[in-house]
């Protein structure tokens, strides 16, 4: 019930194209959804979050969709660029408790 | 820099030997955390401290023994470590444990044990 799920473990896109990054969980209490972004050599950093009272959330190139229903939630990149080349991370959390998916690590070819 | 700091960056160390890392933040929250994050594993909470309290310890090793002598500083002393220690160590904090907002994390110790 505590696991959240990520796919794909990697993901090679072409420079422009669309990089779409997805997540499921089980428990339904979770209601905060973060992504975080990992360079090599730094620690995560938050890069966008949503939360369940809505279904879409924008912010520049970045878009989460969420799905409360299916219990998914997904990134979208847009127009994606080398220097997007990173580890994401999703996450679901409710009140203490908090977790992370696996990770999936993007390489955007030029 | 995020606000959280992490000192040292690297570190090898022998298996009898005790080091401590440092992590410092400056963003006046409540909350710290140590995360392990190995190679193609999910990030590993380790500690968490509440207004310096220890609040959970999530079967750690006692060869790994945290410190939070005030809410913007936590140290993680290492004695005896094995080769399979070896990882990148997070810092983070949040304004509180429900972390509402987030953590922020620190850029990490990349630790190796030899």
């Known amino acids: 019930q505590q696991q959240v799920k990520q796919s794909p473990q990697s993901l090679i896109v072409q420079k422009g194209g669309i990089s779409i990054i997805n997540c499921a969980y089980e428990?339904?209490?979770?209601?905060?959804f973060p992504w975080y972004q990992q360079f090599p050599g730094k620690g995560p950093a938050l890069l966008i979050a949503i939360r369940p009272d809505v279904s879409e959330k924008k912010e520049g190139r970045f878009t989460i969709s969420f799905n409360k229903s299916a219990k998914q939630f997904s990134l979208h990149i847009m127009d994606s660029q080398p220097g997007d080349s990173a580890t994401y991370f999703c996450a679901a959390s409710q009140g203490q408790n908090f977790v992370f998916g696996p990770g999936t690590r993007l390489s955007v070819l030029p | 820099e995020t606000g959280v700091t992490q000192t040292p960056r690297h570190l090898v160390m022998g298996m009898t030997n005790k080091k401590s890392l440092k992590c410092e933040q400056h963003l006046g929250h409540n909350a710290m955390y140590w995360y392990k994050q190995s190679a193609k594993k999910p990030l590993e909470l380790m500690f968490v401290y509440n207004f310096k309290e220890q609040t959970e310890n999530n079967s750690v090793p006692s060869r790994f023994s945290p410190e939070c002598p005030n809410s913007s500083h936590l140290f993680l002393h290492l004695h005896t470590l094995q080769p399979e220690d070896s990882a990148l160590y997070l810092c983070?904090?949040?304004?509180?444990?429900?972390?509402?907002?987030?953590?922020?994390f620190g850029s990490g110790t990349r630790l190796t044990v030899v």
């Open positions: 428990n339904t209490a979770f209601d905060y």
């Open positions: 983070a904090s949040s304004q509180d444990r429900k972390a509402n907002y987030g953590y922020t």
